[in-house]
């Protein structure tokens, strides 16, 4: 994970008169201008399909923070997914809470749980700290079934909510108007990732990655960021629960398995590791590949979900983003040899 | 003091299922420096050739035999024709194929043969040994059998050629490279002796958990914490971790009055993190030192 840099800042050709960035930004606002059309001409349920890939990708780039830019791993993100969905269904059924109010309170409650997380995990690298999160992500669903809090929880059967109406009385279905909402929320999380990225921690941070002794040599407090970037993390997926629970209106114990955060990390290497836009392409590939495998073959639906995932992985070995930049920097090449 | 006795046993029976399982995880462990996580869907997978090979009219250790040559050989076309392409991709991409495997083997093996149980003989005698009533032949055998693969891989490891190249191969690829040691086949052959090791797990848990394709995820996740515990580098340690883990399974469950059957997994995955925070690299592990 240590020889991993950002073509855009090494390499500075000018493709088409625009230098690499330039393009970055180019895209990104064409990828908003479409991603706020679409649901005017799409039927409800893509809509629906189209705001749980937003909501994932914002669980991704959680746990991307966590692995791609500071290099520490994590089975276990299923379970602030599930802190997040339950903080806002309790909060919006027992307490009769707004649902835009619970995000923060959601988040919150998320960056703590993660930071005092991040406390214990400091101690533990590689597989053995994906086998502390992974017995977080075991324990969720059995703790969330505990009979001791089935008062908040509702046990087995989960609490349902109601999904909300849109505001101002604007002419939009429910589903659009959740759209709009979650996409509001990706925006700005991720605008806040990239940002804290480029930032002065963000750079302390990949520096843990790249070489903790040199960062901690450098006066980097290791320990605090390690357990900050587990805390903003758990943020980030929390959030994501949180608004997964609004817009599929129902939360039970046996939606967080393990499986979910199988599926993050899926998503995280399919888009690439340590790529802002990439985890939007894993929210699609962990939400649209499933059912195309279904399609393909029913009662052999998963063989076909393991080959295409190989098939991935063979073709973009560093995930969708590395394979972007590849074939960007072979396109700049080519251009600037030509002139 | 009796209930405490059965238990115990009892523990120790179910950790020779771990400790099976864990001794697989660290074989491949050794080799590729990953944990495999479609281990125990290969040793699923094995067990069903099995299967198939006894529903033939094969004799009882004929069929292991030879289920165990085809493990042994399927793991090395594993490593040869998925693995050997990505050698140079991230660590993650190699988990992620990990994880298309299992679903790959889950899938098939329930489109073959279909999600119903089966049962699956045990080479062992029904009746009790030596007319005790506190464990059965089947788990002596069980931990009999673990116990001399132990002792096999010691050897191999320790004491032949091709075990130092193993282990150089696995510790230091570039290094074993420039002495003349063939590191892709050496790691291929890990790949094998893993799947063997499995497989022959898997036909000795499988009269126990009974045959069907999910059967062993719960187990491996038990015998992955057996490995940690006892440290992923060492073989002796995964076995004894593998029995520990039974046994504070076993006794947390009974024992302790909240926990009961629901919650017998988390308590001995909490315990293992509560281990780990102690000894981060295992009971039994040797802490790894870089060159800086």
């Known amino acids: 994970m240590a020889a991993r840099e950002d073509i855009a800042e090494v390499a500075a050709p000018r493709v088409g008169g625009l230098t690499f960035p330039a393009w970055q930004r180019l895209l990104t606002v064409g990828v908003l201008i479409v991603g706020l059309a679409i649901p005017l001409f799409v039927r409800n349920f893509t809509v629906f399909q189209l705001t749980l890939v937003m909501i994932y990708a914002i669980a991704i780039l959680g746990l991307n923070l966590l692995t791609g830019i500071n290099g520490q791993f994590s089975l276990g993100h299923s379970a602030f997914y599930a802190i997040g969905a339950y903080t806002t269904a309790i909060l919006m059924d027992r307490f009769g809470v707004p649902y835009a109010l619970t995000l923060p309170v959601a988040g919150v409650i998320c960056l703590i749980a993660g930071f005092l997380f991040g406390l214990p995990a400091l101690r533990l690298e590689g597989l053995y700290l994906a086998l502390a999160t992974f017995a977080l992500a075991v324990a969720t669903p059995q703790l969330l079934k505990l009979s001791l809090f089935e008062r908040w929880t509702g046990g087995v059967q989960g609490i349902v909510i109601v999904k909300p109406d849109p505001p101002f009385g604007l002419p939009l279905s429910q589903d659009q108007w959740l759209y709009y909402f979650t996409l509001a929320v990706l925006v700005v999380m991720f605008a806040a990732a990239a940002r804290l990225i480029s930032s002065r921690t963000g750079r302390a941070l990949k520096a843990i990655r790249d070489n903790p002794l040199a960062a901690k040599a450098m006066g980097i407090d290791t320990a605090l960021y390690k357990s900050l970037a587990f805390g903003v993390s758990a943020l980030y997926t929390g959030v994501a629960g949180a608004l997964g629970a609004i817009v599929i209106q129902f939360v039970a114990p046996d939606s967080f398995t393990f499986f979910l955060a199988v599926s993050f990390l899926v998503g995280m290497v399919v888009g690439g590791v340590g790529s802002i836009p990439g985890a939007l392409i894993g929210g699609a590939f962990i939400m649209f590949v499933p059912n195309l495998a279904e399609q393909v073959s029913k009662g052999l639906a998963w063989a076909v979900y393991g080959v295409i995932l190989i098939l991935v992985i063979y073709v973009m070995p560093t995930g969708a983003a590395g394979f972007v930049r590849l074939v960007a920097g072979r396109v700049a090449r080519v251009v600037s040899s030509n002139r | 003091m009796e209930l405490f006795l059965h238990q115990l046993l009892a523990g120790i029976a179910t950790g020779g299922i771990y400790a099976c399982m864990a001794l697989a995880v660290v074989m491949i462990y050794q080799s590729i420096d990953h944990f495999n996580f479609a281990q125990g869907e290969m040793a699923m997978f094995s067990t069903y050739i099995a299967w198939q090979l006894l529903a033939w009219g094969w004799p009882y250790w004929g069929a292991f035999a030879a289920t165990v040559a085809l493990s042994f050989i399927g793991g090395v076309v594993i490593e040869r024709t998925l693995f050997k392409p990505i050698r140079n991709a991230p660590v993650l991409s190699h988990i992620v194929v990990f994880i298309a495997m299992f679903s790959i083997l889950n899938s098939v093996a329930g489109f073959t043969w279909e999600y119903t149980i089966k049962s699956f003989p045990s080479p062992f005698p029904s009746e009790p040994l030596f007319g005790n009533r506190l464990i059965s032949a089947h ?78 995820l719960g187990i491996l996740l038990y015998g992955l914490a057996g490995a940690v515990v006892g440290g992923l580098t060492s073989p002796v340690g995964a076995v004894i971790g593998g029995f520990a883990v039974g046994i504070v399974e076993n006794l947390a469950g009974t024992f302790i009055p909240v926990i009961g059957k629901e919650l017998k997994l988390t308590i001995a995955l909490v315990l293992i993190v509560a281990v780990l925070m102690i000894k981060p690299s295992g009971l039994f592990g040797r802490t790894a030192v870089s060159r800086v």
């Open chain 2, 139 to 216: 788990d002596l055998g069980m931990i009999g059998i673990t116990v001399v693969l132990l002792v096999l891989l010691y050897v191999l490891f320790r004491h032949t050629r091709l075990g130092l190249a193993m282990r150089a191969a696995a510790a230091n690829p570039e290094s074993a490279r420039l002495v003349g040691i063939r590191v892709g086949w050496m790691v291929a052959l890990g790949w094998g002796l893993a799947a063997a090791i499995g497989a022959i797990a898997g036909m000795m848990i499988a009269p126990i958990v009974f045959l069907e394709p999910n059967m062993m």
